[in-house]
């Protein structure tokens, strides 16, 4: 069982809050994924679940148990690195085998006999060989167990890593930023290799990163920390259509949400602008959500500013009328052909057209007006 509960977490670094009351569970076997902009908190409360850091306030729990004061090799978690945190001067098989031989000298420390009799007494050499062995054959690095971390690639130094937290066997597995040194398509390929990994453990995930793509893709669950506030958590599908906070709806999705004053669509609209709520300030739309049209009035409209081609899709930039703003609208191919600088009118999905407040608080639903 390796429940994580998170319960009213703070950290200061001086006079500065780093995480302002973070209150989280995540299930066992779950893969969670704490995303935001970096210096947000989220790296800290992955320090603090392992035991790297202290909390100023608040408890946290691994299966169950309170392990607020435990040192890290007591929370039967493994942690793995941005920067790997490998030994160069070790081969791969001695850096993966490193947590077995530090427990294993540990265990000798304590009965100084039996530690002199291990070495040619005891199977626990060729234990610790299969273990690492296994391990290596699961992440595709045996080939490479005679060479050391300067003779790898980026790919398979993240790879070593990994195995040498895997032979812990630990209950939790932590993640800080574990990709974030590799080529873009190596990361979509080492994606799709934890993944794997996390449904063939069955064990807990918990993983921080920057990158709303990587957080959306990977997890079961995504936690939005913005500011040391947790703001949201859900499914990335949920987090997607239904974001509860600006902040939210701005971090998740890409191309970025459109996000409008009201005026823009509303104060010339009646129909529109008495179905928002009074509260209104901001209106907001995926890029999926509107349709092109022809300049039309009593619709919004702007000039086409810029045109992303990426085969499958279009992204067609336009600068609205008074040029205070500009949104991102996703065509097909197939569609007419635009150019830079033609005027275009846009019709908006009411039914997905979403109203923040001031604050940046969701404040309504719309429903099916016609926008």
């Not at 490998?86 to 081969?91: A, D, G, N, Q, S």
């Not at 197939?334 to 275009?344: H, I, K, M, N, T």
Request: proline letters at 6%; aromatic letters at 4%.
């Amino acid at each position: 069982m390796a429940e994580i509960e998170l319960r009213a977490i703070e950290k200061r670094y001086g006079e500065v809050p780093v995480l302002k009351g973070v209150s989280l569970k995540i299930q066992d076997g779950e893969f969670l994924t704490l995303v935001g902009p970096s210096g947000c908190g989220k790296s800290t409360l992955l320090r603090i679940i392992a035991g790297l850091e202290d909390q100023d306030a608040g408890e946290v729990s691994v299966g169950g148990r309170t392990v607020d004061g435990a040192r890290p090799k007591d929370r039967d978690v493994a942690m793995v690195f941005q920067s790997y945190a490998l030994y160069p001067h070790l081969t791969v098989f001695d850096n993966i085998a490193l947590p077995l031989r530090t427990r294993r000298l540990s265990f000798a420390q304590r009965l100084p006999l039996i530690g002199r009799l291990l070495p040619g007494r005891t199977g626990i050499e060729k234990t610790i060989r299969v273990e690492v062995e296994q391990a290596a054959a699961m992440l595709d690095v045996a080939h490479l167990l005679h060479r050391k971390p300067g003779q790898l690639s980026g790919g398979q130094r993240q790879r070593v890593a990994l195995g040498r937290a895997m032979v812990r066997h630990p209950t939790v597995f932590l993640m800080d930023e574990p990709l974030s040194n590799l080529d873009a398509k190596l990361r979509v390929q080492m994606r799709a290799e934890i993944t794997a990994l996390h449904r063939r453990l069955g064990v807990t995930f918990v993983y921080v990163t920057h990158d709303q793509s990587e957080a959306m893709t990977m997890a079961d669950r995504v936690a939005v920390v913005i500011g040391g506030e947790l703001l949201q958590v859900g499914p990335p599908d949920e987090l997607y259509r239904d974001p509860q906070d600006l902040r939210v709806a701005e971090m998740i999705g890409s191309p970025k949400i459109n996000v409008v004053a009201r005026g823009h669509w509303a104060d010339d609209r009646p129909i529109l602008s008495a179905a928002l709520a009074p509260q209104t300030k901001h209106l907001a739309f995926r890029p999926e959500a509107a349709v092109l049209t022809t300049p039309t009035a009593g619709l919004p409209g702007g000039t086409v500013t810029d045109l992303e081609n990426l085969g499958s899709d279009i992204f067609v930039h336009v600068a609205l009328r008074d040029g205070s703003e500009t949104v991102v609208i996703r065509t097909a191919p197939d569609e007419p052909r635009l150019s830079l600088g033609c005027a275009v009118g846009l019709k908006v999905d009411a039914a997905r057209l979403m109203q923040f407040d001031e604050a940046g608080r969701r404040c309504g639903d719309i429903g099916r007006v016609a926008a």
